[in-house]
């Protein structure tokens, strides 16, 4: 950053009227938080950061090494279109540094960069498109709850689709922050939508991702909606996915095309493949991070929860959409919205660059649907399950050294402890079903 670029960065906040501006990060868990400054402050914070207290974050740091620094990325800046016109508010994403300026080495940003400069080494850029679905619910007294705000199913439209007037207005402050939007509907389970847009860069994709939820949700509140991105808020219905589009590039060109290999793959995209299901289990902890992420990782619903891949069935974890040329990639389909996207990224790059790297080659792929076989015709196929729970997808990545190298060890140890609190307060919990099921009967 150079005195010329924070020059110019003044200039311009001054002439868009700005007289806030929020330093965002991101917490291990992926929940966005920021620090609210004065315009005048800004000099200050382009230069030399603003500092905060790290150990109040979680995943962050202990109380003794509390000190952390957030410096602004100047590329993240885009006002806040929700926020009045007068005394507007503008934002940056920051990157957490230590107070001697090094890198946070439990910033999910930095983990991320950190593992797409090791792909920068082989000359391969990460590309991502994620498709992030969602529900609508009704607020009471202020609370969310779980009553749909429409019944409309997949692709409908007014009237029985009642959210096209926020859609619209949530992909309108997106085009204002920048995002580029390709396409929006409604999805299968009522109250369920899903917009997307263009696929970029890992990192910049992370960081769209975050602004993504964090407009819908504010978007919502202000129509007095609640939008949710939990995987799975009710049971015998679909789930929320947050399927990732990926390839790597080399040299501007799609090292996944290979217009003279089977079904055009190139055998880089075979070991990327074969990389990302060596690992499934591993990612899976970090794809879905919550109890209740396995809840959604069942048969019948379209979400994956077998290890395998396919050209076209959407049975498999991971898929290779139709096109091909320069849209060549692979689509893997176990990820939910409520990851953290820095770390999820950081899981699938490393999982598919030991693939490319070693060589691994993929299983057959599968054309029959999973779901219908018996686990008999599983076995005979070698097709294996994914985790079927928090505690045992924790094992899995701590079984898996490519992973949580990739991770770092703060951010194992970090995980580690929001696993164990979470499984312990989950396992001791008495759940409603329970007392359904035991309480007149026994």
Known sequence: MTLDNISAMLERIEQDNVKFLRLQFTDLLGMPKNVAIPAKQVGKAL???????????????????????????????????????????????????????????????????????????????????????????????????????????????????????????????????????????????????????????????????????????????????????????????????????????????NAFYDPDAPLQLSKTCMHFIGGLLEHAPAITRIANPTVNSYKRLVPGYEAPCYISWSASNRSALVRVPAPRGNSTRVEFRSPDPTCNPYLAFTAMLAAGMDGVRSEIEPPADVHKNIFHMTSTERGQNGIETLPG?????????????????????????????????????YRTTVHPWELDRYLAAY
């Open 47 to 253: 230069t030399g950061g603003i500092g905060f207290d790290g150990s109040s974050i979680e995943g962050f740091v202990r109380i003794e090494e509390s000190d952390m620094v957030l410096k602004p990325d100047l590329s993240t800046y885009t006002l806040l279109p929700w926020r009045p016109r007068e005394n507007r508010v503008a934002r940056f994403i920051c990157d957490v540094c230590k107070p001697d300026g090094t890198p946070f080495e439990g910033d999910p940003r930095y983990v991320l960069r950190r593992a797409m400069e090791d792909a920068a080494k082989d000359g391969y850029v990460f590309n991502t498109g994620p498709e992030l679905e969602f529900f609508l619910f009704k607020m009471l007294e202020g609370r969310p709850t779980t009553q749909f705000q429409d019944v409309g199913g997949y692709f409908d439209l007014a009237p029985t689709d009642l959210a096209e007037d926020l859609r619209r207005e949530a992909i309108l402050a997106l085009i204002e922050m920048g995002f580029e939007i390709e396409a929006s509907h409604h999805e299968v389970a009522e109250s369920q939508h899903e917009i997307d847009f263009q696929y970029s860069d890992a990192l910049h994709t992370a960081d769209n991702v975050i602004t993504f939820k964090f407009a819908v949700k504010t978007m919502a509140l202000m129509r007095g909606l609640h939008a949710s991105f939990m995987a799975k808020p009710i049971p015998g219905i679909n789930g929320s996915g947050m399927h990732v589009n990926c390839s790597l590039a080399k040299d501007g060109v």
């Open 389 to 425: 729970d928090l505690h045992q997808a924790h094992s899995a990545l701590l079984a898996d050294d490519l992973i949580c190298n990739a991770l770092g060890p703060h951010v194992v140890e970090a995980l580690t402890s929001v696993a164990e609190a979470e499984w312990d307060a």
